[in-house]
């Protein structure tokens, strides 16, 4: 109900925004991408209140590095409290369960481009709300390996980018400037420690000129071990970034759901 209250909020601010033209480029939304439901006139995302509703948002308790929520209010949870990471903060709207996790694997796996373009709408509104993204940052998605994104035609991660674009005023790291070569090895489940060395070098910065000196904000649809935010951030930094934050929009909490979905540099086939 807060995220509720929180969209009724600003719609006063987004109506402007609406009328000001944008819907020469972006359409009012109609219909909710999930249930097909009617929208108002004053809908923000496509998706309607009661799919919203199903959103378990994190909420007050999260760690201050990875956004991970935590049973109690603390300062990092275990993970940021032993690992040094390379990026300043990730922060992650929901957590990856139930509703959310079949509309992400729809995302990815079905490909239901439209709700990737929704679902980061959500993303960049909540963004842009919590001022999660500092002002001086660029955006970049994570980039998908490159025979996997020739195989789907997409980058989930670049979706969510485009939806959340709508609301965060930021411009966009040249396309390109960090690629993810295909690589190599055996595709069998990994521990945290395990994968966060065997994603070492998974990230290539084509240009370093392009992120010299920059604050760069990475976007990817959900944060898992954070092994992948730290590769790119540790490339980047070396590459002459001047710092690195992250925004997700689902966090996992389970270790099943970790380790079932933690990015590994191997081909997987799906
Ligand atoms: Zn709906
Ligand atoms: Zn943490």
Same mark, same amino acid.
């Given at each position: 109900?807060?995220?509720?209250?929180?969209?009724?909020?600003?719609?006063?601010?987004?109506?402007?925004?609406?009328?000001?033209?944008?819907?020469?480029?972006?359409?009012?939304?109609?219909?909710?991408?999930?249930?097909?439901?009617?929208?108002?006139?004053?809908? =923000?995302?496509?998706?309607?209140?009661?799919?919203?509703?199903?959103?378990?948002?994190?909420?007050?308790?999260?760690?201050?590095?990875?956004?991970?929520?935590?049973?109690?209010?603390?300062?990092?949870?275990?993970?940021?409290?032993?690992?040094?990471?390379?990026?300043?903060?990730?922060?992650?709207?929901?957590?990856?369960?139930?509703?959310?996790?079949?509309?992400?694997?729809?995302?990815?796996?079905?490909?239901?481009?439209?709700?990737?373009?929704?679902?980061?709408?959500? =993303?960049?509104?909540?963004?842009?709300?919590?001022?999660?993204?500092?002002?001086?940052?660029?955006?970049?998605?994570?980039?998908?390996?490159?025979?996997?994104?020739?195989?789907?035609?997409?980058?989930?991660?670049?979706?969510?980018?485009?939806?959340?674009?709508?609301?965060?005023?930021?411009?966009?790291?040249?396309?390109?400037?960090?690629?993810?070569?295909?690589?190599?090895?055996?595709?069998?489940? =990994?521990?945290?420690?395990?994968?966060?060395?065997?994603?070492?070098?998974?990230?290539?910065?084509?240009?370093?000129?392009?992120?010299?000196?920059?604050?760069?904000?990475?976007?990817?649809?959900?944060?898992?071990?954070?092994?992948?935010?730290?590769?790119?951030?540790?490339?980047?930094?070396?590459?002459?970034?001047?710092?690195?934050?992250?925004?997700?929009?689902?966090?996992?909490?389970?270790?099943?759901?970790?380790?079932?979905?933690?990015?590994?540099?191997?081909?997987?086939?799906?």
């Amino acid at each position: 109900m807060l995220f509720i209250k929180f969209l009724d909020s600003i719609a006063g601010h987004i109506q402007g925004v609406w009328q000001g033209g944008l819907e020469l480029v972006f359409p009012a939304p109609t219909i909710c991408l999930i249930c097909g439901g009617t929208l108002g006139t004053r809908a =923000l995302v496509e998706l309607c209140q009661a799919c919203l509703g199903r959103l378990s948002l994190v909420k007050d308790n999260f760690c201050q590095r990875c956004g991970r929520p935590q049973p109690q209010a603390r300062n990092y949870c275990v993970d940021c409290g032993e690992l040094e990471h390379f990026f300043v903060k990730n922060r992650a709207v929901a957590i990856y369960d139930g509703a959310l996790k079949e509309q992400i694997r729809e995302v990815k796996y079905q490909y239901n481009r439209r709700l990737g373009l929704a679902l980061g709408q959500i =993303l960049g509104l909540v963004a842009h709300r919590m001022a999660w993204v500092p002002r001086d940052a660029y955006l970049v998605a994570v980039p998908l390996h490159e025979t996997r994104l020739r195989r789907r035609g997409y980058n989930q991660a670049e979706l969510i980018l485009q939806g959340a674009m709508q609301y965060l005023n930021r411009p966009l790291l040249p396309p390109g400037s960090i690629t993810r070569p295909d690589a190599t090895g055996a595709s069998n489940r =990994l521990g945290p420690r395990e994968r966060r060395a065997n994603l070492r070098g998974a990230f290539k910065v084509a240009r370093p000129a392009l992120v010299d000196g920059k604050v760069l904000c990475v976007v990817d649809d959900i944060y898992t071990t954070g092994a992948t935010l730290d590769e790119m951030a540790r490339v980047l930094l070396y590459a002459g970034a001047k710092e690195i934050h992250g925004i997700t929009l689902a966090i996992a909490i389970t270790d099943q759901d970790i380790l079932d979905i933690a990015p590994i540099t191997t081909l997987e086939t799906w």
